[in-house]
């Protein structure tokens, strides 16, 4: 028998109810449509047989210690699973088999110590995975390879010392890394710089033991320098170890004076302009740093340097930095590369301005609208009195065309009431019968003339 599109979400809810009664699920377990809550009750262990319809299963704040291979198979609808607070140390091999669809894994806050490379093989759907607040050390290098639909991973506070970088490079989903709060002294700073942006956009890593040393302090202000938001947003917690004493911390983003000596290479920011030949084009030196003690100076595109207060031929530089184009020619178009150096702090910054200089559209004549309206309206004044007064007319010379034989005038017709349904009486308008005109065709030979009225 078929059921109804109305009656099949009743029957899918018996069948699951059905389905947890057998199950044989703990005393305390919650059912709120496919979600499955075992939530605090004290277990030592994944119940053996689970409701197969389930989507979500909720065991946090329990006492489980290990996980069965195989604890989670033959649920096809299986997409999220959380098991913070509990007490796991290790995964068992195979701990995720046949779960290929699980999209959110949930292992924080337990006693997990090294990352292994077999935790998460079968997890090829993971979008988001919570490893925060537990006791790892180590992230095997392969651990996290696979995992192409991993959009956002969390290992803060935990124990890292490193963590491979590398092995994520190739991730093209990844937003997120937070390894915040760790005890990382030293960071591989070419493999960081080698991940996709977006990756370095969402990777944090304040609240570190990191030690204060050049190439470390480039790399975040460059990011502070990009607006990146795992720096901007936690700035007073990016700090460093002087001398890697762990009473000599600073805030490195507030006190810079320590790196006084490093060079921090900016990246280079770009501005796109035009401007017609024969006019002055002013070229603006836009920078990020501050101070009294900034020193600016432009390359030119033929190469020339450019110091205040310029060349006296085409070019001239004011103290703020900008630079002026008296007479832009086409020659003149290029890249112009504006340095700025603080001398006082040690940073440098640029910008390049290019430049398009093209010769100015002629101006088209203006469209008379007025001359063009008076002519119209002549046009068409000039069409309604040919209409009026040129309309063809019969020929005054041509034979009258004679009327059909009993044929009513059109004005008898329209003048004369409508007759009666009866053929006869003295109401009936009768049209006369009237002798047919035969007339004779001219001879081929000879021709007609009009003569003129007189």
Known sequence: MLCTQGGAAPLMLSSFLLQLVRANLPSGCLIA????????????QVPAELPRMVATLDFNHNRLERLEAGSFAGLPNLDTIRLAHNQLSRLTPGTFRNTSNIRHLDLSSNQLNIIEQHYFQELVGIKELLLYNNQIVRVESKALIGLSNLQKAYLSHNRLTDFPFFSIQEHPNLTTLDLSSNRMPNLPVKDIAALKEKVQKGLFLHNNSLI????????????EYRGFTAVTDFREEHTCLLYGEQRAMVRFLKHIRYFENCTVKLPTKRVSMEADAGNSVMLDCITSLKGKHLNYSWVSPSREYIAPPGNSNTLRMYSNGSLEILVAQENDSGVYLCMVHNHQESCNDSLEVNVTVQQPSQEKEPFNTGFTTLLGCVVSLVLVLMYLYLTPCRCWCLPAKPSPVNECSAQSSILTPTPPATTEGPGRKMCESRPAVTQQPLAPDIWTTCASPQ
């Open 33 to 44: 449509s496919d979600i499955l809550s075992c939530t605090n009750l004290g277990l030592n």
């Open 212 to 223: 204060c040393e050049c190439s470390m302090y480039s790399l975040f202000k460059q990011w």
